[in-house]
């Protein structure tokens, strides 16, 4: 398949382990943020959001953690599986005023989960 | 299933040729939007739209077109004044576009563009 990115931050973690991928925003006035997956060849598949109102949040296997003071966001991910490998990212949301908002992407960062 | 579908998934241009990618969406969104995507970089956004007969321009919109005539589509046009067209083109669309209540936004799986 295509890579979708070439010289990504790379996070190689065995099977089974936890996995944390960090990510900062540019923006203090961002008020949503958003984790995405994409495997090679595909679209980003969403995986979990968080509200500016909020500094945790948990789904199945993932966890995402806000840091407005430093303006960082994280993704954890329980007990890594081989069907994890993919690039990750984190999108920010700015509001432009009337009925206009945009997300910001971030490179992203390739998980490699080694069997 | 409810989702977005992009086609073709991989498209050839010709030097001077315009192309359309198609984007269709079933899941009743209002917002549909086009990014590309280049290898070591972010999305950027190229165009999008909140309503039908309506569009704005993203922030990398020269050489690109686009017409939203019916909610579920919203085709691009890559336009031979586009001059570096190879990439990785992705198809969007979330509920709503407002400041109170945020929504992902939810992709198709791209249409990769290549020049011959």
């Known amino acids: 398949g295509e890579s979708v990115g070439l010289h990504l931050p790379t996070l190689s973690v065995q099977e089974g382990d936890n996995s944390i991928i960090n990510c900062a925003y540019s923006?203090?006035?961002?008020?949503?943020f958003i984790w995405y997956k994409q495997e090679s060849g595909k679209g980003p598949q969403f995986i979990i959001d968080i509200r500016s109102n909020m500094d945790k949040r948990q789904g199945q296997r993932v966890t995402v953690l806000l840091n407005k003071t430093v303006k960082h966001l994280s993704l954890q991910i329980a007990a890594t599986q081989p069907g994890d490998s993919a690039v990750y990212f984190c999108a920010e949301n700015l509001y432009y005023g009337g009925a206009t908002n945009k997300l910001i992407f971030g490179t992203g960062t390739l998980l490699a989960v080694q069997p | 299933d409810g989702g977005i579908t992009q086609s073709p998934k991989y498209l050839f241009r010709k030097e001077g040729q315009n192309v359309t990618l198609s984007c269709e969406q079933n899941l009743n969104h209002d917002a549909m939007y086009w990014y590309r995507q280049d290898p070591g970089q972010g999305l950027r956004l190229i165009y999008y739209?909140?309503?039908?007969?309506?569009?704005q321009k993203g922030d990398i919109a020269e050489g690109y077109s686009v017409s939203r005539e019916k909610k579920e589509s919203f085709p691009l046009t890559v336009t031979s004044a586009q001059k570096n067209p190879t990439a990785f083109y992705l198809c969007a669309s979330s509920t709503s576009v407002d400041s109170y209540s945020n929504q992902p936004q939810h992709f198709g799986d791209g249409t990769r563009l290549s020049i011959l």
């Open positions: 739209s909140q309503i039908v007969n309506d569009f």
């Open positions: 923006n203090s006035a961002s008020d949503y």
